[in-house]
């Protein structure tokens, strides 16, 4: 079993940043970062490989966002940076025994989510 964490959600302005963090009890193969805002799917952010660091972005991304993690603390960051209002969601973090990579599916371990709202 894998429990995790998030923390730092919040309220910014357009054109702020927010680090969101998961800890993690255990380290798997590979964390993810999806978000989900009202009335649409669960959407890839980012993920990275816990042994090697190779990280994981959509091709659509325009590199505002950073995933990195630290192996002593057990915990995967989300540095978001130049954040816009369309990127309200609610965050989510997850674990993989499986491997790394955009599919949902090969996550069997969800925290419970962290708000994230950026005013226009």
């Known amino acids: 079993q894998v429990q995790l964490v998030e923390s730092g959600g919040g309220l910014v302005q357009a054109g702020g940043s927010l680090r969101l963090a998961c800890s993690t009890s255990?380290?798997?193969?590979?964390m993810g970062w999806f978000r989900q805002a009202p009335g649409k799917e669960r959407e890839f952010v980012a993920a990275?490989?816990?042994?090697?660091?190779?990280?994981y972005y959509p091709d659509s991304a325009e590199a505002r966002f950073t995933i990195s993690r630290d192996i002593a603390k057990n915990t995967v960051y989300l540095q978001m940076n130049g954040l816009k209002p369309e990127d309200t969601a609610v965050y989510y973090c997850?674990?993989?025994?499986?491997?790394?990579?955009?599919?949902?599916?090969?996550?069997?371990?969800w925290g419970q989510g962290t708000q994230v709202t950026v005013s226009s």
């Open positions: 997850a674990a993989s025994t499986l491997g790394t990579g955009s599919r949902s599916s090969l996550y069997g371990y």
């Open positions: 990275i490989t816990w042994t090697s660091g190779t990280t």
């Open positions: 255990r380290r798997t193969v590979g």
